[in-house]
């Protein structure tokens, strides 16, 4: 299995702030990394999505970049909506795994 | 409107066998390059992603649980039906179906997800 690992696992920013978290797969997964938002009690909600596009309604502060190994989610200017856990996921191959979350409050 | 909502017991007794359904609606699982995933979350942990089923009845699995999962789909009825044998206390958690679309890329992203249902195994 490929392994994901998130970075870090929790931070705290306040609104406006640019804010970074970071995903390592343990191997190559070309540009094949998602990006999810989860809400308390809630689905995750798919934010970016190969090759780094943004899906239908997100709001543009979300960006996605990276390739290989090593990818980042950055938001431009924090929203106190934006309080959530963000999850990567790798579907490279066919045995999708997800990074253990971080934890982002405002 | 796309939705996808999961049905199935909410207790389950250690080494019996959890049967989930997923009921959707809103598009078919006939299309070219759709398909329906299971993925679950034990309280306050993160993602697993368990197990899809492709359009045209290709699976796959997750390694570590190939053995206990078995996927079907009843394209007529909108469902996916999901079998885990011998439940475990370890299994408990809220269990999501969700819909990977085509995507030109061939990456396999899940854009539409249920609500959940939470999954207790508990003697």
């Known amino acids: 299995d490929i392994q994901m690992t998130q970075s870090p696992s929790s931070l705290s920013a306040s609104v406006g702030a640019r804010v970074t978290i970071t995903c390592r797969a343990s191997q190559s997964i070309r540009n094949y990394l998602i990006w999810y938002q989860q809400k308390p009690g809630k689905a995750p909600k798919v934010l970016i999505f190969p090759p780094s596009s943004l899906q239908s309604g997100v709001p543009s502060r979300f960006s996605g970049s990276g390739s290989g190994t090593d990818f980042s989610l950055t938001i431009s200017s924090l929203q106190p909506e934006d309080s959530a856990i963000y999850y990567c996921?790798?579907?490279?191959?066919?045995?999708?795994?997800f990074g253990q979350g971080t934890k982002l409050e405002i | 409107q796309i939705t996808l909502k999961e049905s199935g017991p909410t207790l389950v007794k250690p080494t019996q066998t959890l049967t989930l359904t997923c009921t959707f609606s809103g598009f078919s699982l006939s299309t070219s390059g759709v398909a329906v995933g299971w993925i679950r979350q034990p309280p306050g942990k993160a993602l697993e992603w368990l197990v899809l089923?492709?359009?045209?009845?290709?699976?796959h699995y997750s390694p570590s649980l190939k053995s206990r999962l078995t996927i079907t789909k009843d394209t007529s009825k909108n469902q996916v039906v999901v079998t885990m044998t011998n439940m475990d206390p370890v299994d408990t958690a809220t269990y999501y179906c969700?819909?990977?679309?085509?995507?030109?890329?061939?990456?396999?992203?899940?854009?539409?997800w249920g609500q959940g249902t939470l999954v207790t195994v508990s003697s």
């Open positions: 996921q790798q579907s490279s191959i066919t045995s999708f795994t």
């Open positions: 969700a819909r990977r679309p085509y995507d030109p890329s061939g990456s396999y992203f899940f854009d539409y």
């Open positions: 089923i492709h359009w045209n009845d290709d699976k």
